[in-house]
């Protein structure tokens, strides 16, 4: 028991001996530690600050949005890296030793990332040919529901809002490596609508009436020119076809009421439309 006594208070001896050699060092590195933690913070909200003050500055040289959006992405990411190194050579790293790291991870990282690598050069793409541009409604991959407006363009991925508001990431090096539908590109688009008639209707008739209807709409554009047309003899319809031109922010709402006033107006003058079905005929 004696012996357990002398081994705690040599321990505590020598870590008080140990406390008393290091004191000067601890506290410096304390203080270093302290430093860099606000210099991190101060750093962080000066680069905000930075950030905040070039996307005004592009803002107001009519620069496209998506590539202020890169190009801000990219200063964020270049000037964290230079804070943290900075907060590093405060701990006594020496110039010549971030050389030699900053080349050996990016050896490492080249090898590690090369999708992100990828998606950076997709990204690089994008800015050059502009494809597309912030605000426009894109089709990628339909079958996978990859489609919706383009909300933003970072360094390594593009954001799309889905019709339901859901947000889409996307790699750059899938984008530039894809085709992409573009359907708010041209400031005009054509839409198009195919409607049925029964053989037994008056076609003609019918004709009249989808002429009448796209030119007293009030979202078509009769200067662009319209038509209406017989699509096909199908086998339990008359496939009747119309296109003309609307706005293209107008697309959607011209091609739903479209197809109400049809519905409602063939309704109303006899004109019918027919569902699948089979007619049997029975010879005695």
């Not at 605000?135 to 990859?146: L, Q, R, S």
């Not at 839409?191 to 004709?207: N, P, R, T, V």
């Amino acid at each position: 028991m004696e012996e357990t006594a002398q081994e705690l208070t040599d321990h505590v001896s020598q870590f008080q001996k140990y406390l008393d050699e290091h004191t000067p060092q601890l506290i410096s590195f304390g203080i270093k530690v302290v430093l860099s933690i606000v210099v991190l913070y101060i750093g962080s909200r000066l680069i905000r600050w930075v950030l905040g003050l070039v996307r005004r500055s592009l803002g107001r040289t009519g620069m496209d949005k998506g590539a202020v959006q890169f190009l801000c992405s990219f200063l964020k990411a270049l000037l964290y890296i230079l804070l943290i190194f900075g907060i590093g050579m405060n701990f006594g790293i020496k110039e010549s030793s971030v050389a030699a790291l900053l080349g050996t991870a990016g050896v490492t990282i080249g090898l590690a990332l090369q999708g992100g690598l990828s998606n950076l050069a997709g990204g690089v793409m994008l800015l050059i040919f502009k494809p597309f541009q912030v605000g426009d409604y894109i089709i990628v991959d339909k079958a996978n529901g990859w489609e919706g407006t383009v909300y933003k363009i970072e360094i390594c991925y593009t954001t799309l809002l889905s019709v339901d508001y859901r947000h889409i990431v996307i790699p750059n090096g899938t984008l530039s490596g894809n085709t992409v539908v573009n359907l708010t590109a041209r400031d005009m688009r054509k839409l198009e609508l195919k409607i049925g008639i029964s053989y037994d209707s008056d076609m003609h008739k019918a004709k009249q009436i989808l002429e009448q209807i796209i030119k007293d709409d009030k979202g078509t554009r009769e200067d662009q020119g319209m038509l209406v047309y017989v699509d096909e003899l199908a086998e339990s319809a008359v496939t009747l076809g119309l296109r003309v031109w609307v706005p293209t922010e107008d697309y959607w709402t011209v091609r739903w009421r479209l197809n109400e006033t049809i519905k409602d107006e063939f309704d109303r003058q006899g004109i019918r439309i027919p569902y699948r079905q089979l007619d049997v005929h029975v010879i005695s």
